[in-house]
């Protein structure tokens, strides 16, 4: 269920942006900018999905594991910076 969700986000965002039919003014959206965007974003949202439905599944709904969790990708996420 989850990933069905991510899936039709991705999708509703794609057709969200300006169409080629749109005068130049209307045209807000850098087609090519996000592209890349959506090139690095939606595999990683997609492997976030996945990764937190295999956790929950091996897991189960332990609050102790997910704090710890939560703190390394937080510490690895700061230090990145």
Known sequence: ????????????????????????????VQARLSGWMLLGSAPASLCGVALATWLH???????????????????RGSSSV
Do not use: E
Not at 1 to 28: C, E, H
Not at 66 to 75: D, R
């Open 57 to 75: 599944r091996h897991y189960g709904d332990n609050p102790t594991i997910s704090k710890q969790i939560l703190g390394a990708v937080l510490i």
């Open 1 to 28: 269920m989850p990933l069905k969700l991510a899936l039709s986000g991705l999708f509703v965002g794609l057709l969200s942006g300006a169409t080629a039919s749109d005068p130049p003014s209307a045209r807000n």
